[in-house]
């Protein structure tokens, strides 16, 4: 019997219009309100089991024994496998660097690493059992920092590494390490008036994802597994499964179930090698859901960092030069530390002119929590502390901030620090014109008539002023994101678009291994359908393995690049139709053979307008298919000396003002308003646009003043795994977001679009950090700002 | 143990229940009913609200042994709730009129096409306050209180009443909409 919660296509109807451009509803809009859509720890099966992972209650030790005798004793319980069970020579996976244990071998090298998984008929029956089996640890001495990772008689964390990054590192303990050098930086800052030198400290963020990791392995006949999972990526997992499991791909089957968010979460894999071996063992559908504890040690975070900036400028407000080191601490597992990197030392400069820069990012292996992908993924770190910066060279200068930023804004053909030249609009001035331009929200409003309302100070309900203490700051950030995969990495997309008449009616058929989580591909992909094809009747495909690899919902590229897909396969679609057309019309009108022919409003017609077939009576009896792969053009890798090379694909931008009110004797920030401008290229769907960017721009304000995972820096242990003491912003503590949303096209994109998921996490961060700044006149280096760094109680 | 309760106005048994059980686990697990979502399971994400006798709670905070012989209102349930609301007052909806509803069998893939919503539910999709969806449940049952005990929210009332709910999508902006919007259609009678 089939699992429940199985996706079908969804699709969406002839009352539906709208294209490109139009803010069309989502296709999965009602199902997702009536609480029909089912989301991947939504699956039921009859007779399912239960997974359990057994973690690590340490964060560095050798495993000196394992004893699961009692767990399998217990009533209930189908299955117990360590390392010793894993049924193939590949034990380990990883995104790049496959130095990923599927179970600990010898060794734990973070708290909260899996040891030992566990299948029983009731989740308590299994959680039980992974409680009863007793694993003996040897603690050796933690690595925690790039003093401790570096020092001469450091352990290392990784020994025997032979993966493409260990040449050209200069310790076994650094993930990977890539420098830029353009111009020279030091005869550039002989020409400086001013220099200004800062230190950063940026805290791990979690992805804070609401829908736990979770998934359900259901066994096939013919000994393969069919796998419903939340990832953000199918064929990536799907490359780094089946070779643990011994299987060839065409045995793993895996369906995309409904995705509760993922933000960068859910590019390594989490639960679906564990859940896989345990119904390949058992023989039984098997459904692992974190709870949200273990979702803290499930998934990789966004690499904490320490950032070292020098800024030079002469008298009249140029920029001379920048140098940074930026030292991403990447935990015990590479995940997607070597592309982070790449970022952070390709982005560090931010979007401004600087033709002599030294540059040098490197990620640490250590036994903190595994860092990789998160929304805005090295550019986040780095924009912090260059726009902290920029404040303080203005301030030096005596220039205003916003003025000095604009003085040195790159523009369409500025070169990167990279060498790369920008060749599509850069419009950072004017971004940064449009932010100020904004009404500012009515100053000390608790003085009006009716008085203060508590819920609009800091404090809030708790009641702890009435205006007393509270000052007012403004801060500015703009910041710079690269779209897309990018060095050199091959990163292409498929789309199989169907068309046929169902019921009297033309409907097209989107299918695309796309993972959908939450952005709005699937609206996207039907707008686009729409568009290219004029046809009403739109059905979206679940995402499967069934059809070529979407590229991951990532580095805000799947409307770039699965988007110029699905464009790619409905144009091959139309001309396939027009020829469909000719064959059968063509001897009937001679515009057939000699006009430009549009699909419109479910029939060809002329580039004037005159109609020549209906599509129903040109599909007639026919469908027509085409699945195809699309890629943007290609990118370099950085030269490893110099860094220089045409990395990256597209970049973006954005800009944000920040107002805050501080009770500069509690401690207490209130952000009163973060508005925000960005260039998005071309608005496909302008309510879903306007929706990433106030979605992104709150997860910069939660990193601003609250989100950090505490890792205790003597055991390495992580000490705040509950949304109870992590803090992500409610709805109290976010404030009204207006956005102006520019579009000005590039013209090497599909329909001119611009990536825009990240640019609006990055400048968030900063211009919230500037405001508090404003009203307290502290320096404040790190982020998040708590209220013992406002109150000197630190 | 053995639990009775109502959801959504029609009796139920759950059966084997383990007292450890929440009212959650029992309404996904055991009676089909996975609308009520599992964020955080420690009362902190609110995607779990429910009504319990007309009151929002976290279901993974009450356990299943506490919702014997009460009313519990979920998801799934919000469409036939406010439909009852607007044909029978403010007052609640009588107990006798509650048992009629009926949760709605199977999944309507076609966009959701005939199928009749509650006013705040078609608020969220119309004003793009969904995203990934996953807080949308629970914010939905609390809106849809919210807007019970009050038709005219200032924003001060709305955030307060939605504090307790999570959402990591859509930084609140739109779900802020959609409650000013249903709130307007209310007033309206539309």
Redesign the interface.
């Known amino acids: 019997m089939p699992a429940n919660g199985v996706p079908t296509k969804i699709t969406q109807g002839s009352g539906t219009k709208g294209g490109i451009g139009e803010s069309t509803l989502r296709p999965d809009g009602t199902l997702k309100v009536t609480g029909e859509f089912a989301y991947s720890s939504d699956m039921w099966h009859e007779d399912m089991l239960w997974g359990q992972i057994l973690r690590s209650t340490v964060a560095h030790a050798e495993i000196v024994s394992i004893d699961t005798a009692e767990a399998l004793a217990l009533p209930g319980v189908y299955a117990v496998m360590t390392y010793d069970d894993l049924p193939t020579e590949v034990k380990h996976y990883g995104l790049e660097i496959q130095d990923t244990p599927v179970l600990a071998h010898g060794k734990v090298r973070h708290h909260g690493e899996p040891v030992a998984i566990v299948a029983a008929d009731h989740p308590e029956t299994a959680r039980r059992a992974a409680a009863k089996i007793k694993v003996e640890y040897r603690e050796l001495p933690v690595i925690t920092d790039e003093r401790s990772a570096l020092a001469p008689d450091a352990v290392l964390v990784h020994e025997g590494r032979d993966d493409h990054h260990i040449g050209h590192v200069a310790h076994p303990n650094i993930v990977h390490r890539q420098p830029i050098v353009r111009g020279d930086a030091a005869v550039a800052a002989a020409r400086a008036d001013v220099i200004v030198k800062g230190e950063y400290t940026f805290g791990m963020q979690d992805q804070a994802f609401l829908g736990p990791e979770s998934g359900l392995a259901v066994p096939e006949e013919d000994g393969g597994v069919h796998l419903y999972i939340a990832t953000q990526w199918l064929h990536s997992d799907l490359r780094q499964i089946a070779p643990v499991l011994g299987l060839p791909e065409r045995k793993v089957r895996m369906t995309l179930s409904g995705v509760g968010g993922a933000f960068g979460g859910r590019e390594d894999l989490s639960m679906q090698i564990h859940a896989c071996l345990l119904a390949l063992r058992t023989g039984k559908p098997v459904k692992i859901v974190y709870n949200r504890f273990e979702s803290f040690f499930g998934h990789v975070h966004r690499h904490p960092a320490k950032l070292y900036y020098e800024h030079g400028a002469t008298r009249d407000g140029k920029l001379t030069h920048v140098k940074c080191r930026i030292v991403l601490d990447g935990g015990a597992y590479a995940s997607a530390s070597p592309a982070v990197v790449g970022n952070a030392s390709s982005l560090s400069v931010g979007p401004y002119v600087v033709d002599d820069v030294d540059i040098e990012a490197l990620a640490l292996y250590t036994n903190n929590p595994p860092c990789g992908a998160m929304r805005g993924f090295g550019a986040v770190q780095a924009c912090f502390a260059y726009e902290a910066q920029m404040d303080k060279v203005a301030k030096e200068l005596g220039m205003d901030p916003v003025e000095f930023r604009q003085l040195n804004a790159m523009e369409q053909g500025t070169v990167m620090p990279t060498g790369q030249p920008v060749d599509s609009p850069a419009p950072v001035a004017e971004l940064l014109r449009r932010v100020k331009a904004m009404p500012l929200p009515p100053e000390r409003q608790w003085e009006s008539s009716e008085g203060a309302d508590v819920r609009q100070l800091p404090g809030g309900l708790s009641n702890t002023t009435h205006g007393e203490g509270v000052v007012r700051g403004i801060g500015y950030a703009v910041g710079i994101k690269n779209v897309g995969f990018s060095e050199g990495f091959d990163d292409y997309s498929t789309a199989r678009v169907r068309m046929e008449v169902i019921a009297g009616e033309p409907v097209a058929t989107v299918h695309t291994a796309m993972a959908e989580v939450g952005q709005g591909g699937v609206t996207v992909h039907a707008q686009i359908a729409r568009s290219e094809l004029g046809v009403a009747q739109v059905t979206i495909h679940p995402a499967d393995t069934q059809v070529g690899s979407a590229g991951s919902t990532s580095a805000s590229r799947q409307t770039y690049v699965t988007g110029g897909a699905v464009k790619n396969a409905c144009e091959l679609v139309r001309e396939r139709v027009l020829e469909l057309g000719r064959r059968k019309f063509g001897s009937y009108h001679p515009a057939w053979a000699t006009a430009e022919l549009l699909l419109e409003g479910g029939k060809v017609v002329t580039d004037g307008g005159e109609v020549l077939a209906d599509l129903v009576d040109v599909l007639e009896g026919e469908a027509v298919e085409v699945e195809e792969e699309w890629r943007h053009r290609p990118t370099e890798a950085f030269d490893l000396r110099t860094g220089q090379g045409n990395g990256h694909v597209q970049y973006s931008f954005a800009a944000h003002r920040a107002v805050v009110e501080v009770d500069t004797e509690l401690g207490l920030v209130k952000v009163i308003e973060l508005a925000c401008a960005q260039d998005v290229g071309k608005a496909l769907n302008p309510l879903s646009v306007v929706g990433q960017i106030q979605g992104g721009t709150t997860q910069g304000l939660g990193v601003a003043v609250m989100e950090e995972i505490i890792v205790d820096p003597k055991t390495a242990k992580v000490r705040n795994p509950s949304f109870t003491d992590y803090l992500i912003p409610t709805i109290l503590d976010t404030p009204t977001i207006p956005v102006d949303v520019l579009e000005l096209a590039d013209e090497h994109a599909p329909y001119g679009l611009r990536g825009i998921g990240e640019a609006p996490t990055l400048s968030s961060t900063p211009a919230v950090l500037a405001a508090i700044r404003g009203a307290t006149g502290l320096e404040l280096d790190r982020t998040p700002v708590r209220p013992e760094h406002l109150t000197g109680t630190a | 143990m053995r639990v009775n309760f109502t959801v959504n106005g029609r009796p139920q048994e759950a059966d084997d229940v383990?007292e450890?059980?929440s009212l959650l686990y029992v309404l996904?697990?055991r009676l089909?009913?996975?609308?009520?979502?599992?964020?955080?399971?420690?009362g902190?994400?609110g995607?779990c609200t429910v009504r319990l006798d007309g009151v929002p709670v976290c279901s993974c905070l009450v356990a299943a042994g506490q919702a014997e012989g009460r009313d519990v209102v979920?998801?799934?349930g919000?469409?036939d709730h406010a439909r009852q609301r607007s044909c029978g007052g403010s007052d609640g909806v009588p107990l006798d009129a509650a048992k009629g509803w009926a949760a709605?069998a199977g999944?309507?893939?076609?966009?959701?096409?005939g199928?009749e919503?509650a006013p705040i539910?078609?608020a969220?999709?119309?004003a793009?306050a969904?995203?990934?969806?996953?807080?949308?449940?629970g914010l939905?049952v609390a809106s849809d209180e919210l807007l019970e005990r009050n038709p005219n929210p200032s924003d001060?009332d709305?955030?307060?009443a939605?504090?307790?709910?999570?959402?990591?999508?859509?930084?609140?902006?739109?779900?802020?909409d959609a409650v000013r919007l249903a709130a307007a259609r209310q007033s309206e009678g539309v």
């Open positions: 383990w450890g059980e996904r697990e089909g009913l996975p609308g009520s979502k599992n964020a955080c399971e420690q902190e994400c995607s979920t998801v799934e919000l469409g709605k999944t309507d893939s076609q966009a959701g096409e199928v919503l539910q078609q969220f999709i119309d793009g969904v995203q990934c969806g996953f807080c949308t449940p939905l001060a709305i955030r307060e939605l504090s307790g709910n999570l959402c990591r999508c859509t930084g609140y902006e739109k779900i802020m």
